[in-house]
């Protein structure tokens, strides 16, 4: 079982991938912006971090560069169809250290192999579409 911390400030998408986790171990906690995040993980350290790249109150690589450099905790970001600064976006998260990169529109399957391979540790910075 892990803590899963999903930031996603879309409605319909946080529901979506909340929903994925039924019926697995894994306990979600779903918040909407990178300030929620911050203080989810002060007071609930989750084991990874699922982060839309687009929040609206930071850039999903700022709240990647706080939980990678100062809380050391697993970063799985997303982001929309493909577009030419949302590919350089995933690009640099990568080179940031995310441990991986979805593209919306996700599957379940997407999300859960790439967690379980996160929790694992065994991924190479990939991007999954």
Do not use: W
């Not at 996603?8 to 994925?20: G, K, M, N, S, V």
């Not at 169809?81 to 998260?93: L, N, R």
């Not at 991986?100 to 694992?120: D, F, G, I």
């Amino acid at each position: 079982m892990a803590n899963v911390l999903l930031v996603e400030d879309q409605p319909l998408i946080f529901t979506i991938i909340r929903a994925f986790f039924g019926g697995t171990q894994h306990v979600v906690r779903a918040v909407e912006t990178g300030t929620a995040a911050v203080m989810a993980v002060l007071s609930e350290k989750p084991d990874v971090i699922i982060t839309d790249l687009q929040l609206p109150d930071m850039k999903g690589l700022e709240l990647l560069q706080i939980m990678h450099d100062e809380y050391h905790i697993p970063v799985v970001v997303m982001s929309g169809p493909s577009i030419a600064d949302e590919e350089d976006e995933i690009s640099t998260a990568l080179k940031m250290g995310a441990c991986a990169a979805l593209l919306k529109p996700v599957s379940r399957e997407q999300v859960l192999s790439t967690v379980h391979r996160v929790l694992a540790g065994s991924y190479a910075g990939s991007a999954a579409s």
